[in-house]
């Protein structure tokens, strides 16, 4: 192989490197002090709400659903309701990203949205959040296909947001997590 083999070898390879994403999920039950690194994503009251996700099983319907993590639980919501486990919650440590804006009639997930779970259908569940009263609450966002009578469907995204103990939906004015490039 040339030496001009080996260069662009090298520069795929640090491509591919550079359009990789940096950021970890850690279990809430392998850590004694909590970790420094947690990646706040809201408040409610005076307490800081931590980007979080847990594997929850409905019966027929399973998956990985992010939500927020208080007091050492995960909370998530699901069909109209608020559900908590400590079991198998994890948390997102040593992140680099920002929040985006998602307006009235935006139809598509930014670009580096981060994935938070994935629904029975494999579907991916991106993590968003928005004002509530005086709340910054961080849930869950899906992609939603609408099948219409006359036109094949309508495509929409939508936050899902746990919040006294019910689940509460927004189909615009909230913001998703998104990762920086390196």
């Known amino acids: ?24 999920w850690i279990k809430v039950s392998d850590f004694d002090e909590f970790p420094s690194n947690a990646f706040v994503g809201g408040k409610e009251g005076i ?8 594997y929850f099983n ?8 992010p939500g927020k993590l208080q007091n ?22 040593d992140f680099k990203g920002k929040w985006v804006n998602i307006v009235e009639n935006q139809t598509d ?18 993590i968003g959040r928005a004002k509530i009263n005086n709340d910054v609450v961080i849930g869950k966002v899906q992609e939603l296909y609408i099948f219409l009578k006359f036109v094949d469907y309508a495509k929409n995204i ?10 509460h939906t927004l189909y615009s004015n909230f913001e998703i997590l998104v990762y920086s490039e390196l």
Request: hydrophobic share 40%; proline share 2%.
């Open 1 to 24: 192989m040339s030496f001009s083999h080996y260069v662009l070898i090298a520069l795929l390879v640090f491509g591919m490197f550079l359009s990789l994403h940096c950021y970890e």
């Open 72 to 93: 050492r639980k995960c909370y998530i919501s699901f069909y109209g309701n608020e559900y908590s486990s400590n079991y198998g919650c994890e948390i997102l440590v």
């Open 47 to 54: 307490n800081d709400l931590y980007v979080s996700r847990v």
């Open 109 to 126: 997930v930014p670009e580096h949205a981060v994935v938070g779970g994935h629904d029975e259908e494999n579907d991916k569940i991106y």
């Open 58 to 65: 409905f019966g027929v319907r399973d998956g990985v659903f």
């Open 158 to 167: 939508a936050l899902y947001v746990p919040y006294k103990g019910r689940e």
